[in-house]
């Protein structure tokens, strides 16, 4: 078990940043501009706080593909509301037990914690790019991020969630890393 809490608070935080001029700007996600990724992040909230509470349905069992998300009127308020909700979930011991269900996947409760986490760091940072802000994630959040993202001797080419790892130099901060793993590339140019 880790604690979701700090990063979900960094991403919180990243919404004071996010002029309503911005809503339409690009992020690192191709298809995605602020609104979407905003919408996105609302989604996943709700998606994964479910899935800690095992409360299966429409938020656990729908896919993420398809439409574009949609960002509601009240995002300001509801979406720190809910990312407190998601950390809050994933704070409960038996989150982590058995399995469980998001995006309409089935997978162990342990691995959808650690997804869960991947989502909020590398969307907080996608949101940071995107809206001209800087993005510090722990340490531990960004260990567990690697761990689950690194490829294995088993599947050395493996596609990170976002596309194939770009390369990245060893020597680079592990944030740059981790980013590069998940197939976004770290120098992506920002507001």
């Given at each position: 078990m880790f604690d979701l809490g700090p990063t979900a608070r960094r991403v919180a935080a990243l919404?004071?940043?996010?002029?309503d001029d911005r809503l339409d700007a690009p992020t690192p996600c191709p298809d995605y501009a602020v609104r979407h990724l905003l919408g996105h992040l609302?989604?996943?909230?709700?998606?994964?706080?479910?899935?800690a509470r095992k409360d299966f349905g429409p938020t656990t069992d729908t896919s993420p593909e398809g439409a574009l998300p949609t960002l509601d009127g009240d995002w300001r308020t509801a979406l720190p509301r809910r990312l407190d909700e998601l950390a809050a979930a994933w704070r409960a011991p038996e989150a982590w037990e058995g399995?469980?269900?998001?995006?309409?996947?089935t997978l162990p409760g342990e691995v959808a914690g650690m997804v869960a986490l991947d989502e909020l760091l590398l969307h907080g940072w996608d949101l940071a790019r995107a809206s001209g802000q800087e993005y510090a994630a722990d340490?531990?959040?960004l260990r567990v991020c690697e761990a689950l993202l690194a490829p294995t001797a088993d599947s050395p080419d493996e596609r990170g969630p976002f596309g194939p790892p770009v390369k990245v130099s060893d020597g680079a901060p592990l944030l740059d890393r981790v980013v590069g793993l998940?197939?976004?590339r770290p120098?992506?140019?920002g507001a």
């Open positions: 919404l004071d940043g996010v002029g609302a989604g996943l909230a709700l998606a994964f706080r479910d899935a399995t469980t269900r998001a995006g309409g996947v340490e531990e959040a998940s197939g976004r120098d992506w140019p």
